[in-house]
């Protein structure tokens, strides 16, 4: 039955209960915005008069940006270098509202700074300053210990894996065996590369694209996302596997179940950037205020569809959610989905 008005009002009302567990990588997202009306004498370049600028909180701190939006408490676990933008990170935190008292200082890494140029609405280049290897034992087990401190405490954890080397291997199998152990919900925003390490997990979130490197197949038809999907919830032993699909919507697959295909929410589409964290952020709030599995899609399917019409990463409210709902039971939107 696709989710109806009483339903969408029951769940949002539970949202902003829990206390969540954010591990990952944790960037700053910092914009330059700016206009183009030249190309450069140096080189086959737009020169970009820069007018204004904003950082933002990116990767795994822009999971618990939407986490608290949300209402829940994000506890942000994760590693930062000693420089001045560990600083930066820790006052932007401070005004969503988020402890940084999980923060974990690696002097051997610096922070992760993703520098985006925006003229004329439009990205022009992207300048990524960070390392990307692998924790130390040492860091690892620190960062183990701290998520340990607060795993009786928690309902849940999103592992926000960027790549940039604090998912390593033996993390992760030591913090999914707790989960499991403890009943804890265990959601992934996962990385290609790593992509067979998350097993035995509640939910996982890849696009389509990663999905398809992840099992060996692209994507190209409905036969194919069948394959894709159903092939690696096996492979992982997972609960369920949400593919996203950009325009076309999203795709669940569940243990045990027939697919549910529900179609895209967005409007409008002026920035994907960050869509994929409000999309696990959104499906995770919604499990831990007791919706199932379908309904914490269709939930995560509206937070992406909202985000997406902002430029740069972008926060969704319990209000915004239940609005963007309620609006597509009353246009007959959610009767399109095939929910299982």
């Not at 692209?218 to 096996?234: F, H, P, Q, T, Y």
């Amino acid at each position: 039955m696709p989710l109806r008005a009483e339903r969408i009002e029951e769940i949002t009302a539970k949202i902003g209960q829990a206390k969540i567990l954010i591990l990952g990588d944790i960037m700053l997202d910092e914009y330059l915005f700016g206009s183009v009306n030249r190309i450069s004498p140096e080189a086959p370049v737009p020169v970009v008069e820069i007018t204004s600028s904003k950082i933002l909180l990116g990767g795994a701190a822009n999971v618990a940006a939407n986490i608290r939006a949300l209402g829940d408490e994000p506890l942000l676990l994760g590693t930062v270098g000693e420089d001045e933008a560990a600083v930066k990170l820790s006052q932007l935190l401070k005004t969503k509202g988020i402890s940084s008292n999980f923060l974990v200082n690696d002097p051997g890494r610096q922070t992760t700074i993703k520098t985006r140029i925006i003229a004329h609405s439009q990205q022009v280049v992207r300048a990524d300053r960070e390392n990307q290897l692998e924790l130390s034992e040492d860091v690892e087990n620190f960062v183990f210990n701290r998520f340990m401190a607060v795993a009786d405490e928690i309902k849940a954890v999103i592992i926000s894996d960027y790549g940039k080397g604090v998912i390593t291997e033996a993390l992760l199998e030591r913090v999914i065996d707790e989960c499991q152990n403890r009943g804890i919900f265990i959601a992934v925003d996962p990385k290609e590369t790593h992509f067979h390490n998350y097993k035995r997990v509640s939910v996982i979130t890849p696009n389509h694209h990663e999905a398809g490197f992840a099992y060996g197949r692209r994507i190209r038809s409905d036969k194919d996302l069948m394959e894709v999907g159903n092939g690696l919830l096996a492979r992982l032993e997972a609960k369920s596997i949400l593919i996203t699909r950009g325009p076309d919507g999203m795709s669940l697959f569940r243990a045990g179940a027939d697919p549910t295909h529900i179609p895209t929410f967005a409007k409008k589409v002026y920035d994907v950037t960050g869509a994929g964290d409000t999309v696990i952020a959104s499906f995770v709030s919604a499990a831990c205020a007791g919706a199932d599995l379908v309904e914490s899609a269709v939930v995560a399917n509206a937070g992406a569809g909202i985000t997406v019409g902002e430029v740069g990463t972008a926060s969704v409210t319990v209000p915004q959610l239940k609005k963007e709902l309620i609006a597509n039971v009353k246009n007959g939107h959610l009767k399109k989905a095939a929910l299982a």
